[in-house]
Nanobody
Framework: QVQLVESGGGLVQAGGSLRLSCTVS????????MGWFRQAPGKEREFVAA????????IIADSVKGRFTVSRDNANNMGYLEMNNLRPEDTATYFC??????????????????WGQGTQATVSS
C-alpha cells in the first residue's frame, strides 16, 4: 500500500502563488508516477500535471501550462505542484495520486492507483 498526504493549500489573491506538497509513504518503491488532479464544486475531476517518478519527465495540462510546474524529490518521497499567477478559476480541491505502472498508461485509468485526501486552494479575485 501507498499513502499520500497533500499540504500547502490555502487562500490567495489572483496573481498569487501556492506550492502544494505531497508526502508519499508506505511501499514507495512501487511508485512509478505521480499525478495532480483538481475538482471544483459541481465540476468533474480535471487532470493538472503528472511526473515520472524515476525519470522526471512531466506532462502539464494546457489549462495551466506556463503557470504550474510539477516536480518530485524521490529521495525524500515528496511531490510538488508549484502554482503561479493563480486565477479564480483555479479554485478547487487538489489531489495527488500515485501509480505503479508507466505514467502514460496509468493516466488512462488514474483511479487504479493511490490517492490523497486533497487540499483546498481558493483564489480570490
Amino acid at each position: 500500500q501507498v499513502q499520500l498526504v497533500e499540504s500547502g493549500g490555502g487562500l490567495v489573491q489572483a496573481g498569487g502563488s501556492l506550492r502544494l506538497s505531497c508526502t508519499v509513504s508506505g511501499r514507495t518503491s512501487s511508485v512509478t508516477a505521480m499525478g495532480w488532479f483538481r475538482q471544483a464544486p459541481g465540476k468533474e475531476r480535471e487532470f493538472v500535471a503528472a511526473i515520472s517518478w524515476i525519470g522526471g519527465s512531466t506532462i502539464i495540462a494546457d489549462s495551466v501550462k506556463g503557470r504550474f510546474t510539477v516536480s518530485r524529490d524521490n529521495a525524500n518521497n515528496m511531490g510538488y505542484l508549484e502554482m503561479n499567477n493563480l486565477r479564480p478559476e483555479d479554485t478547487a480541491t487538489y489531489f495527488c495520486a500515485a501509480g505503479e505502472i508507466a505514467t502514460m498508461a496509468w493516466l488512462k485509468r488514474p483511479e487504479n492507483g493511490y490517492w490523497g485526501q486533497g487540499t483546498q486552494a481558493t483564489v480570490s479575485s
